[in-house]
């Protein structure tokens, strides 16, 4: 077994209006495997000092009369898309990165934290090269209306650790498509990958001013949501982080975007194909991938009654088959969790699950057998469990999935409703409009037949205690712009 202790990186300087320059403490963040917990790398903390002077950068970049917010939309682009060549020339060093800090499988960090920062980058410097900056239409009072879409101004983007590059491109891509300037904050579990961006910013020829990348916690997040400098919000997390940043937008009266938590259902109809060889790999993705630590899983199982001992022995095995350990291990799909906080989170919704009379098939408390180091938890599986237990309600954010039995469709789409989220989900059917009529009835912000993975091409977002505004898709541009209307009378 290789725990390649890879990264290794030290930097000195922050990444404040498009330069490395001297961060204002001397304040460090100190970056561990979350496999060998050896110390990995370490970066400058951003302050509050930092943000006043990235802030202040951003303004004057969006000012500036001849500045990035006023290009012609096809030159932004092109530095859009020059962008996208640098993030995709340093994707491997990426993905080894995040493997290491938040336990993300290599394979999965491949296919979403190499795949998706690239694309969606592409995606929205080419919606801005074909969307007119106005358009004319006919009035019914008046004669005509030009629509004027304008940038919104500086940008705030506050982005987890769980998928955090595929989550800063939701903002950064079309803030920057629209012309806005953009103040990003990664969390403190995973910043190295947030420095390789930078680098590709840098060499892209990003004008100065307009991107900022200030590592740091939840306080300075919070600092910077509240800045005066400050025009939109768009913030991925928790729920509980989302409640306080809408609070502070609203006595601001700012816009915000909040992506939040997750507690999906995949509901598996009677007339389910349950082979692991045909709907194995897919079937992982929508409920486990990157060791549970997705907000739009599957973690509610909706098995009919008659299939329900069947479903349950099909989840055991897959859940028993798929290897374990080193993330930079192409052969893993279970890594540890991201932190030590987040191992313990999950192995107390393990000790609640129990209590609640929950039946463990799979895994259960403790390590997993030869892994004393490193935050791993035993991925779990529950069956018998009541949708009103807490561990069909709360957010576990790991690799723990519960079974729920139902009796016909409509039981199922009442249980997979019944949830103070609604983000993601799934339905699995041999038949595509019996699925189909599923998907329509419940209430939940996007759902897969058959599957499950976000489309870029379409809007992504949450109902519920989930959040509120869309990324990807047009959708995700028009949330990062304004729309003007002027009248013509003549
Ligand atoms: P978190 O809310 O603790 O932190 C998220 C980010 O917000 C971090 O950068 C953090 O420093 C910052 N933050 C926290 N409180 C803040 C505050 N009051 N003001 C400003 N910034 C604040 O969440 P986490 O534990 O890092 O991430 C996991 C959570 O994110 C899960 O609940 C997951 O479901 C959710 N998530 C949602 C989506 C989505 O698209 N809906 C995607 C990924 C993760």
């Given at each position: 077994?290789s725990?390649?202790?890879a990264?290794?990186?030290d930097?000195a300087?922050?990444?404040?209006g498009g330069?490395?320059?001297?961060?204002a403490s001397?304040?460090?963040?100190?970056?561990?495997?979350a496999t060998?917990?050896?110390v990995?790398?370490?970066?400058p903390?951003?302050?509050?000092?930092?943000?006043?002077?990235?802030?202040?950068?951003?303004?004057?970049?969006?000012?500036?009369p001849?500045?990035?917010?006023t290009?012609?939309p096809?030159d932004r682009?092109?530095?859009?898309?020059r962008?996208?060549?640098?993030?995709?020339?340093?994707?491997?060093?990426t993905?080894?990165?995040?493997?290491?800090?938040?336990?993300?499988?290599i394979?999965?960090?491949?296919a979403?934290?190499?795949?998706y920062?690239?694309a969606t980058?592409r995606?929205?410097?080419?919606?801005?090269?074909?969307?007119?900056?106005?358009?004319?239409?006919?009035?019914?009072?008046?004669?005509?209306t030009?629509i004027?879409?304008?940038?919104?101004?500086?940008v705030?983007g506050?982005?987890p650790?769980?998928v955090?590059?595929?989550?800063?491109?939701?903002k950064?891509?079309?803030a920057?498509?629209a012309?806005?300037?953009?103040?990003?904050?990664?969390?403190?579990?995973?910043?190295?990958?947030?420095?390789?961006?930078?680098?590709?910013?840098?060499?892209?020829?990003?004008?100065?001013?307009?991107?900022?990348?200030?590592p740091?916690g939840?306080?300075?997040?919070?600092?910077?949501v509240?800045?005066?400098?400050?025009d939109?919000?768009?913030f991925?997390?928790?729920?509980?982080?989302?409640?306080?940043v809408?609070k502070?937008?609203?006595e601001l009266l700012?816009?915000v975007?909040?992506?939040?938590?997750?507690?999906?259902?995949?509901?598996?109809l009677?007339?389910?194909?349950?082979?692991?060889?045909?709907?194995?790999?897919?079937?992982?993705?929508?409920?486990?991938?990157?060791?549970?630590?997705?907000?739009?899983?599957?973690?509610r199982?909706?098995?009919?009654r008659?299939?329900?001992?069947?479903v349950?022995?099909?989840?055991?095995?897959?859940?028993q088959?798929?290897?374990?350990?080193d993330p930079?291990?192409?052969?893993t799909?279970?890594?540890?969790?991201?932190s030590?906080?987040?191992?313990?989170?999950?192995?107390?919704?393990?000790?609640?699950?129990?209590s609640?009379?929950g039946?463990?098939?799979?895994g259960?408390?403790?390590?997993?057998d030869?892994?004393?180091?490193?935050?791993?938890?035993?991925p779990?599986?529950?069956?018998d469990?009541?949708?009103?237990?807490?561990?069909?309600q709360?957010?576990?954010?790991?690799?723990?999935l519960t079974?729920?039995g139902y009796?016909d469709?409509a039981?199922?789409?009442?249980?997979?409703?019944?949830s103070?989220y609604?983000?993601?989900?799934?339905?699995?059917?041999?038949?595509?409009?019996?699925?189909m009529g599923?998907?329509?009835?419940?209430?939940?912000?996007?759902?897969?037949i058959?599957?499950?993975?976000?489309e870029?091409?379409?809007p992504?977002?949450?109902?519920?205690?989930?959040?509120?505004?869309?990324?990807?898709?047009?959708?995700?541009?028009?949330?990062?712009?304004?729309?003007?209307?002027?009248?013509?009378?003549a």
């Amino acid at each position: 077994m290789s725990l390649t202790t890879a990264t290794n990186v030290d930097r000195a300087e922050l990444f404040i209006g498009g330069v490395w320059q001297k961060p204002a403490s001397d304040r460090r963040i100190t970056v561990r495997s979350a496999t060998t917990e050896e110390v990995i790398g370490s970066v400058p903390e951003a302050t509050e000092a930092d943000v006043d002077r990235a802030v202040a950068a951003a303004r004057r970049a969006f000012d500036d009369p001849r500045g990035w917010s006023t290009w012609d939309p096809a030159d932004r682009a092109a530095v859009i898309e020059r962008l996208a060549d640098e993030v995709d020339a340093r994707s491997e060093e990426t993905v080894r990165a995040i493997s290491q800090q938040n336990g993300m499988p290599i394979t999965i960090a491949r296919a979403l934290e190499a795949a998706y920062p690239s694309a969606t980058l592409r995606f929205y410097a080419d919606l801005i090269r074909t969307q007119p900056v106005e358009e004319q239409r006919p009035g019914l009072f008046l004669k005509s209306t030009t629509i004027r879409r304008t940038p919104i101004g500086v940008v705030a983007g506050i982005i987890p650790w769980n998928v955090p590059q595929s989550l800063t491109m939701t903002k950064l891509a079309p803030a920057l498509a629209a012309g806005n300037s953009i103040v990003l904050k990664p969390s403190p579990e995973t910043v190295l990958d947030a420095f390789i961006l930078a680098d590709a910013i840098s060499a892209a020829g990003v004008p100065e001013g307009v991107v900022s990348i200030l590592p740091g916690g939840r306080d300075l997040g919070a600092y910077i949501v509240s800045h005066p400098g400050i025009d939109k919000v768009a913030f991925t997390g928790s729920t509980v982080g989302g409640r306080a940043v809408a609070k502070a937008c609203a006595e601001l009266l700012r816009p915000v975007s909040l992506e939040l938590g997750g507690k999906s259902a995949a509901i598996i109809l009677d007339d389910a194909d349950l082979d692991l060889q045909k709907i194995g790999q897919s079937f992982f993705t929508a409920t486990l991938a990157n060791n549970g630590q997705v907000c739009f899983l599957g973690t509610r199982v909706l098995a009919p009654r008659k299939r329900y001992d069947e479903v349950v022995d099909v989840l055991a095995a897959l859940m028993q088959y798929s290897p374990l350990g080193d993330p930079l291990e192409d052969a893993t799909l279970f890594g540890p969790m991201a932190s030590k906080a987040q191992q313990e989170r999950v192995a107390n919704y393990i000790e609640i699950g129990k209590s609640e009379g929950g039946r463990v098939v799979v895994g259960g408390s403790g390590r997993p057998d030869g892994w004393d180091r490193g935050h791993f938890v035993r991925p779990t599986l529950f069956a018998d469990v009541d949708n009103t237990a807490r561990i069909a309600q709360e957010e576990i954010f790991g690799p723990v999935l519960t079974v729920i039995g139902y009796d016909d469709d409509a039981d199922a789409i009442r249980i997979a409703s019944d949830s103070e989220y609604g983000l993601g989900g799934s339905v699995w059917s041999a038949d595509p409009d019996r699925a189909m009529g599923v998907a329509r009835a419940v209430e939940t912000g996007t759902i897969g037949i058959n599957g499950y993975i976000p489309e870029l091409s379409a809007p992504f977002g949450g109902v519920k205690q989930s959040g509120y505004g869309k990324e990807f898709g047009a959708e995700g541009l028009a949330a990062y712009q304004q729309v003007k209307s002027i009248y013509h009378f003549a």
